[in-house]
Structures are given as C-alpha cells and as structure tokens.
C-alpha cells in the first residue's frame, strides 16, 4: 500500500475526524491499494501523553562536534583552541572532538550546525 497524501488537521479531508478526535488528531493518510483497487483514509491519534525526558546525545569520543562560544568568553574560547577547536566561520561555529568537548564540561554548548 502507498501512501499518496498526508493532511493536517483542518485541511479538507479531514474535518469530520478533527470533530471526533479534537486536538488528540495529529494527521490523515490517503493510502491506496493498487491490487485491490481501494483506497483507505487513516487518522494518527495521540491516545496516552505523559512527561519524558529525551537521553542525552552521546557521540563516540572522536567524533567532531560543534560548540557555540560566544566573543566575549574569551576564557572558554582559548580553552577551546588550546583542546584543538578549530573556528567555522561559515558556522559561526567551532569544532573539536567530543572528548575534549566532555573534559572542558562544555556538553551543553554542542548544537547542530545550521544548513547552508
């Protein structure tokens, strides 16, 4: 079966179970059987919600990552480049293996660099 078409609740095909579902409708699928020649209509629901809290990323020791310092944390900064950062300016960014980043205690500075 594929899937053809996905929709949002309040877009058209999808206003009747936006009425019985509510704010709990998350999307509708058109799928469509080509052997049976049918067509089915499927809604996503959320039917249980409660409090998680996601794992921590954790890369291999030599993996690069990047870490946001800001220009005027000039201490942070040369810890960095003493550890072997290297800036990105395209990024804005600097880069240095994961090792380094966990031993400077700076794990709550890596973020994902942004899509040129």
Do not use: F
Not at 54 to 83: C, F, K, M, Q, W
């Amino acid at each position: 079966m594929r899937a053809r078409a996905k929709r949002l609740p309040g877009q058209p095909g999808t206003k009747e179970l936006l009425k019985t579902y509510g704010d709990r409708l998350v999307c509708v699928r058109y799928r469509y059987d080509a052997a049976q020649r049918k067509r089915y209509k499927t809604a996503e629901i959320i039917v249980d919600e409660g409090p998680w809290s996601p794992p921590g990323e954790t890369y291999a020791p030599h993996t690069l990552v990047y870490v946001r310092v800001a220009r005027n944390e000039v201490d942070i900064r040369g810890a960095v480049r003493s550890a072997g950062g290297l800036w990105q300016p395209h990024y804005m960014l600097w880069v240095l293996r994961y090792a380094e980043v966990e031993r400077l205690g700076l794990l709550d500075r890596v973020v994902e660099p942004p899509e040129l």
